[in-house]
């Protein structure tokens, strides 16, 4: 690199500390240290290559009081989300979730055209279009004006703002009330979590239903998942921790249910605290759960740096003996949490030739800090490499058997995350 495209890293002392975003305690305990690493959807155009690019630091922490895994906000989310590259609807396997879930909670909740559904960060209307499909009135929330466009094309009003509770008392006197409010993937996304949720409780009617899904953070730890960190996630939550957080804004969780989804999540299902609904044993579980594996204790947390440590041993020694043995190797998918394990592990062009993804607003770009170039996946069957590197693990089921045609000439498939496996 030459010395006028040298990274900007911005400075925090490995000592420092913050305070707790929930409940304010000073954070002293580290989670994980993965380093410095640009954003991990700051995809870069051909023309960016020539000149320098941010790194933040990405050092996870945990409050010794309530739990609550947090980032620091290095970086504005105006600056983070305001234009995505993330659209939901490219995966196949998460519009059948975002559809399965449209008809279970139109009939749960009797959802009908007197009722309304509002999502909070509804990205390309993956999710409200299957309850318009059924005729009941929705309203999407998404601050990315290029990815609210094209749910608008679906014909889903999309409001272009950031959600908070000011918007939440626009919205509720302008007759937006929630009969059902869903953010799916969002709660990580805020560093202002207390006026977040203080919204949603807004926003919420009387007897109105909250749905929330994010990542469980029993799955990370106990399945190694810290390409999940990265600086548009904020924070990371065991349900225990949210469980708190929205008790502390009226809300109260009556149902959950662990999900397949990046690679293991939870459905949490909120209503005001004096809503007439009962409390299922489902809540009760989880949390023993949780219990059992000492999330109510620092020591799993304390824990968790070194199995990264070794995750990143593991996936060079593999990429060192394949090159080494002249093998070709290339990544699948240009996924968020794969930019934090190749910026990690130091990883670009010289131990990944390219990447693909199906994503049209991705291809033609390169990954930011690795600068490997994405190209649309025919790109595989022109080049033929023996090894393909999924970087979105939780959806390798899905890639295998849209790439199948890699076995027609002994191509493989490896993840590296939970653990680094070649995939028969």
């Not at 580290?30 to 991990?40: E, Q, V, Y």
């Not at 929330?141 to 908070?164: D, H, K, S």
């Not at 593991?314 to 930019?339: D, H, M, S, T």
Request: charged fraction near 20%.
């Amino acid at each position: 690199m030459a010395e006028d495209q040298t990274p900007e890293v911005a400075q925090e002392s490995p000592g420092s500390t913050w305070d707790c975003r929930f409940c304010a305690t000073p954070l002293q305990h580290t989670f994980a240290d993965l380093g410095a690493s640009p954003l991990a959807n700051s995809y870069l155009s051909p023309e960016q290559l020539h000149r320098p690019e941010s790194f933040f630091p990405l050092h996870v922490k945990v409050c010794s009081n309530c739990f609550l895994v947090q980032l620091p906000e290095v970086e504005s989310p105006e600056n983070i989300f305001s234009d995505y590259a993330y659209f939901s609807s490219y995966s196949d396997s998460w519009l059948e979730h975002a559809r399965r879930f449209a008809a279970m909670a139109g009939e749960r909740f009797a959802l009908d055209s007197q009722s309304r559904v509002v999502e909070v960060a509804s990205n390309d209307g993956y999710l409200l279009r299957f309850f318009a499909e059924r005729q009941i009135p929705v309203l999407g929330i998404e601050p990315a004006a290029n990815v609210a466009a094209a749910a608008e094309t679906l014909g889903i009003t999309t409001r272009v703002e950031f959600f908070g509770s000011a918007l939440a008392r626009r919205l509720v006197a302008e007759g937006h009330g929630a009969d059902l409010l869903v953010g799916n993937n969002v709660l990580a996304h805020t560093p202002h979590l207390n006026d977040f949720v203080a919204g949603l409780s807004l926003l919420l009617k009387p007897q109105g239903v909250l749905s929330l899904e994010f990542p469980h953070l029993l799955r990370l730890i106990t399945e190694n998942q810290f390409d999940t960190i990265y600086h548009e996630h904020f924070s990371y939550f065991s349900l225990r921790t949210a469980q708190q957080v929205l008790q502390d804004h009226g809300l109260r969780i009556f149902d959950v249910e662990t999900l397949p989804t990046h690679g293991g999540s939870l459905r949490l299902l909120a209503c005001r605290a004096a809503a007439q609904r009962p409390t299922l044993p489902t809540v009760q579980a989880v949390l023993q759960t949780e219990q059992a594996a000492g999330l109510d204790t620092l020591q799993p947390y304390l824990a968790f740096g070194e199995q990264v440590k070794t995750t990143k041993r593991r996936l060079l020694r593999f990429l060192i003996e394949a090159k080494e043995a002249g093998r070709q190797v290339v990544g699948y998918g240009a996924p968020a949490k794969g930019n934090t394990l190749l910026n990690y592990c130091g990883i670009g062009c010289d131990f990944l030739d390219y990447t693909v993804d199906r994503s049209p607003h991705k291809q033609g770009h390169y990954l930011p800090g690795a600068r490997i170039p994405i190209f649309d996946p025919d790109r595989i069957a022109q080049t033929r490499p023996d090894d393909v590197l999924i970087l979105p693990w939780n959806l390798r089921q899905e890639i295998m058997q849209q790439m199948a045609h890699i076995r027609d000439w002994g191509g493989r498939f490896v993840v590296a995350v939970p653990q680094l496996q070649v995939l028969p």
